[in-house]
C-alpha cells in the first residue's frame, strides 16, 4: 500500500481514537449506571460507487468498558 493511503488511515483512527476516548470518559462521568458500558465501535464505508455494485466496507468491535 502507498504511503499516502497508509498515512491517510492512520490519521482517521488517531482522531477517532482521540475523539471515542473523550467521548467514553463524558459519557461515563455524567451517567449515574454503576456496571460496565456496552459499547460497538464500527467501521463503515461510505464511498458513493454510483450504479457500481461491490462489496463494502464493514468492520465492527464490541466489548465492555469496565467502571
Not at 463503515?44 to 460507487?49: G, I, K, S
Given at each position: 500500500m502507498?504511503?499516502?493511503?497508509r498515512?491517510?488511515?492512520?490519521?482517521l483512527l488517531k482522531?477517532?481514537?482521540v475523539g471515542a476516548?473523550?467521548?467514553l470518559i463524558?459519557?461515563?462521568?455524567?451517567?449515574a449506571f454503576?456496571?460496565?458500558?456496552r459499547v460497538r465501535l464500527v467501521l463503515e464505508d461510505l464511498t458513493?460507487?454510483?450504479a457500481t455494485s461491490g462489496e463494502r466496507l464493514h468492520f465492527e468491535v464490541e466489548g465492555e468498558?469496565?467502571?
Amino acid at each position: 500500500m502507498d504511503s499516502p493511503a497508509r498515512d491517510d488511515i492512520r490519521r482517521l483512527l488517531k482522531t477517532f481514537g482521540v475523539g471515542a476516548d473523550e467521548a467514553l470518559i463524558r459519557h461515563l462521568a455524567r451517567s449515574a449506571f454503576t456496571g460496565p458500558l456496552r459499547v460497538r465501535l464500527v467501521l463503515e464505508d461510505l464511498t458513493d460507487y454510483g450504479a457500481t455494485s461491490g462489496e463494502r466496507l464493514h468492520f465492527e468491535v464490541e466489548g465492555e468498558v469496565r467502571r
